[in-house]
Structure formats: C-alpha cells, structure tokens
C-alpha cells in the first residue's frame, strides 16, 4: 500500500471509530472523556463540523464604510471581511496568494486596497489582484486573487462558511429574520466588546450555556433580571407557564414574532422571553442600559429578551434597549474563545444615552463565572474517574438538546464519507 492510500485509509479507520463511539452513546448524560480532551477528535470536528457548517463572524454595523474590514481566525484558517467598492460585504481568505503571507494582521481597520505587506502584492476590496510587483507580461492575475469563503447575512449578522459546497442558508434566514429585522440591528454600533479564553473544551461551553441548573449558585449579578427557571431552555415547560403564553400573545398581537421556534435539525432556536419580574434589561437593578431604544420600531422597554442560538457558533439576547450577541470559536481540544459585544443605536451617545460599565457589568461579570465554572468542569473531565450521571429531566433540557444535535449532526456528516475540500 503507498503512502497516501495508506493515510487515506487511516484517516477512514479514524472516522469510523468516532461514528462507532457516537453511535453506541446515548444522550441522557454528558459525553464520554475523550469527546472533550482528543486532539484526534477535535481535528475530525474541524473538519467535518466548523470548516463546513455556517458560523456568526460579526455584525453588518462594524462595516459600514467602503473599506471597513474586521479578521477573525477559524482553526487554521484567517479570514478578512470587507466591505468592497459596491457595497457588498465579502469573506475573503486572508492568505496572500504569492507565498501565502497574512495581508491584514489588525483586529479591524479601513483600506482603500488590500497590500500584502510581504512583498506588496496588490487587491482591490472584491479580492481581485491588480499589481503584482516583477511579474513578466504573460502573468494572468485574473487567475491570482484572494480566495473567496461564502458569505450571508441576516438581520445584522454575518455568517461565512469554509466549505467548497456550503449548506443551506435560506431556511436559517427565513427562520431567524421575522424576529431580528424590527430590531434593525444593521442600524446599531458596538458600543464595548470583549473576548476571552476559557480553558475548556467548546462543547464545555455550549452545555454550560444551555442551562440555568448552576445560575443561582453562580450568577448573583445575571439572577437580578435573568430567570433560572427551566422555561428559558425546554419548550414544553415555556409553553405551560401563563406568564410567557401572555408575553408572546402581546407582542406578536404587536407585529413581533416570539414563540419558540427550533429549525428542524435542532440547529438554531429562537424565542422572545420576558426578563425576571420588572427588569426590562441586563443591569444590576433591572432597568435600561441605554436611554435610546435600540430600534424605533421597539420602543417600549418591557419587550423581554429575543433568545437565538445557532450552532456551533453563537447565541444572543437581544433586548428593547440593546443586544449582547455572543461568538463562540474553538481554540484547541480545551480552549474556546468566546467574544461578547453590547450593540446600541447608532446615534447613541456614550455618556448621555448610557455608560459603559453599567451596559456591561452583568454580562462581563457572568462571563468570567462562567470561564470558571467551565474551566473546573475540564479540569474534572480530565480526569480518568470521569464517569458522568444522567441530565436532570426539568433543568437540562436545553444541554441534552444541545449534545444531541452534536450527536445526529456530527454521525450524519461521518455517513458521507469524505469531506468536500475546504475553499
């Protein structure tokens, strides 16, 4: 057997191992070990989950001019996203084409050309070369531009995905659009954003998130206005509660959809929840952040919080006042980046219409809980006594729903065999 053919049969054997562990488990309780601590099964899902799946990068509002341009790194990929001469936001890979030199290192910035700095080879904003220094006259650079990721956008948000053939979109869209558009987040400004890492496996991160079995213990500061009762994660538990019947009744009687809505895969949800007793936003003592509404089509202040998730790569609250949207990207078998940003109305002022700390303090405070929350959790995962008990049927509902996407999600893309190569 040659090299290649016997790599290409290695890597088969591996992914038939992994198909064969996942379907041998049943999820009433928390993956085995290795599923949180293998550097073999992290790379697997790279390849088959986050280099082919449609992942939250940004917002359409960091970007607003011609030129703007934010990066982020998925795995070993460095993406630009840039807003080009039309107007059109692109995904473009960040990877010179001459001898592959990263062309934008900055977190963000605004160019009128893309100049790789290593031998300044030259792109306009669409990705197409335009001046390759010391080329000869037969050089076709219309066969040498950037590399283009698919790029979409909805209600705000941009979402790129790595693969040649990426999945559907549009139902996503079609799903997500109807709740995000009257909050005309297009229209808002990062008014503050932090990033993170937690040394903790993704997986790790998303259980976390979805439940409230550990936020009273841990969250004094999110508790004030967030509800810790099951109904914010279990659809039957929501749809049985008076209180969030009588709220979606009353604002989708005003136009905004918010009943619980869960794709059909599992793989997004989203759901208009009203906050704990009076609190109308994310603060200390439950009341505005930000004096001017996040939208003019929302102006009153108790609409509650819109709940969306979409694996693997992000959830969000987005409220009358601002939103809190959330990034989620894997670092390496147990480190995940998690970045939070606090969008406002654009013409907020900073000082007058809110202050920073208070928009902030909430959810910085819960991030670091939850960092370490997480972190306690690995350190225990690592252990070889792990041996996990089932789920609590009324308090983890949403983190078994979680692990059973992964589950169905991650077997269905081992059934194909192999993968269509990264763009």
């Known amino acids: 057997m040659s090299v290649g053919a016997a790599d290409a049969q290695g890597a088969m054997d591996i992914q038939q191992a992994m198909f064969s562990r996942l379907d041998r488990y049943q999820p009433i309780g928390a993956l085995p070990r290795d599923f949180y601590t293998s550097a073999t099964d992290y790379r697997l899902e790279l390849e088959k989950i986050w280099y082919r799946d449609w992942l939250f990068v940004g917002h359409d509002c960091e970007i607003t001019h011609v030129g703007d341009y934010f990066t982020v790194q998925i795995g ?56 390759a220094r010391g080329k000869g006259a037969d050089f076709q650079r219309n066969q040498h531009g950037l590399k283009p990721a698919h790029c979409k956008q909805v209600g705000g948000y941009i979402f790129v995905c790595l693969s040649d053939a990426a999945p559907d979109f549009d139902a996503f869209a079609k799903l997500a659009g109807p709740y995000l558009l009257p909050h005309h987040l297009r229209d808002a400004k990062v008014a503050f954003q932090s990033t993170i890492i937690e040394h903790a496996n993704w997986k790790l991160v998303w259980e976390n998130n979805r439940e409230c079995y550990h936020c009273a213990a841990n969250h004094p500061e999110l508790c004030r206005s967030y509800p810790s009762t099951p109904t914010v994660v279990s659809i039957g538990a929501a749809a049985n509660s008076p209180r969030i019947a009588e709220h979606w009744q009353h604002w989708e009687s005003k136009g905004l959809p918010s009943r619980f809505q869960l ?34 089509s929302v102006t009153e202040s108790n609409v ?86 089932p789920y609590s049927t009324i308090q983890e509902a ?26």
């Open 304 to 389: 509650g919080s819109l709940l969306m998730f979409h694996y693997p790569s992000t959830w969000n609250h987005v409220m009358g006042d601002h939103a809190t949207t959330f990034r989620v990207l894997p670092l390496s078998p147990t480190e995940t980046q998690l970045t939070t940003k606090w969008l406002v109305h654009k013409d907020a002022t900073e000082g007058v219409d809110y202050d920073v700390e208070r928009l902030t303090e909430v959810w910085r405070a819960t991030n670091e809980e939850d960092r370490r929350v997480c972190q306690e959790n690995q350190r225990g995962v690592n252990s070889p006594s792990y041996d996990p008990a």
């Open 263 to 296: 794709s059909p895969n599992g793989q997004s949800r989203l759901v208009r929840m009203p906050l704990l007793d009076t609190a109308v936003s994310f603060t200390m003592d439950g009341t505005a952040a930000v004096q001017r509404p996040l939208s003019e």
């Open 76 to 131: 070993e990929y460095p993406l630009l996203i840039v807003r080009d001469r039309g107007g059109e936001v692109r995904a473009l890979h960040n990877t010179c084409r001459h001898r592959g030199s990263r062309i934008c290192s900055a977190h963000r910035g605004r160019l009128g050309q893309l100049v790789c700095p290593y031998h300044q080879w030259t792109y306009d904003l669409s990705g197409d070369l335009i001046e």
């Open 398 to 423: 949403g983190t078994r729903q979680f692990i059973s996407w992964y589950r169905r999600h991650f077997m269905a893309r081992l059934r194909e065999g192999s993968v269509p190569g990264a763009a």
